[in-house]
Antibody, heavy 126, light 106 residues
Framework: QVQLQESGPGLVKPSQTLSLTCTVS??????????WSWIRQHPGKGLEWIGY???????YYNPSLKSRVTISVDTSKNQFSLKLSSVTAADTAVYYC??????????????????WGQGTLVTVSS | IQLTQSPSSLSASVGDRVTITCRAS??????LAWYQQKPGKAPKLLIY???TLQSGVPSRFSGSGSGTDFTLTISSLQPEDFATYYC?????????FGPGTKVDIK
């Protein structure tokens, strides 16, 4: 059973860099050909996809955040990480890490988010 | 690709049949997933490929649609189904979620 766990500071000052790590257990991050995602949810709001990374290091980011986001992977620790620079109060949210599963039929493959971490609240405040 | 959901919220009773709609701004074939989220919890995958039930999800949940219009149906609402439901397009590498539909108790 794959499990994901976010970790990192719960409070970040404005203009600083938010840094979170997702530790994966129950499976190797570098096997299976999966993508690994970060998603956030502002208080009382919907889900916002931040970006994802392949174990090889290929990344894709939400264009609205691309200039401030870096996602990296450390296969030796079975972890992937999120850095969001120049944060403001608008970046206060619950941050989730998740696995993009791979489900293939004879004609197509689908990559829904099938395993999620519990989420961690990050507050941006001085 | 933008996703809209309707209604944004609904009130229903245990045993009711509930239908939630998700519409994509352009055709996405069957590249759509549905999630359930309860307060304080991470979302849970219910359906992918528009209509394929994720393992372990009760059969009262079903999905349909293709192209731009999709539906999530709960055939007989149970107390544990009161939650917010999100659709997600899987068509492009730029993932996006719908705004959500909150299902609460009438």
């Amino acid at each position: 059973q794959v499990q994901l766990q976010e970790s990192g500071p719960g409070l970040v000052k404005p203009s600083q860099t938010l840094s979170l790590t997702c530790t994966v257990s129950g499976g190797s991050i570098s096997s299976g050909g999966y993508y690994w995602s970060w998603i956030r949810q502002h208080p009382g709001k919907g889900l916002e996809w931040i970006g994802y990374i392949y174990y090889s290091g290929s990344t894709y980011y939400n264009p609205s955040l691309k200039s401030r986001v870096t996602i990296s992977v450390d296969t030796s620790k079975n972890q992937f990480s999120l850095k969001l620079s120049s944060v403001t109060a608008a970046d206060t949210a619950v941050y989730y890490c998740a696995r993009d599963g791979r489900y293939c039929s004879s004609t197509s493959c689908y990559y829904p988010l099938d395993y999620w971490g519990q989420g961690t609240l990050v507050t941006v405040s001085s | 690709i933008q996703l809209t959901q309707s209604p944004s919220s609904l009130s229903a009773s245990v045993g009711d049949r509930v239908t939630i709609t998700c519409r994509a701004s352009q055709g996405i074939s069957s590249y759509l997933a549905w999630y359930q989220q309860k307060p304080g919890k991470a979302p849970k995958l219910l359906i992918y490929a528009a209509s394929t039930l994720q393992s372990g999800v009760p059969s009262r949940f079903s999905g349909s649609g293709s192209g731009t219009d999709f539906t999530l149906t709960i055939s007989s609402l149970q107390p544990e189904d009161f939650a917010t439901y999100y659709c997600q397009q899987l068509n492009s590498y730029l993932q996006a979620f719908g705004p959500g539909t909150k299902v609460d108790i009438k």
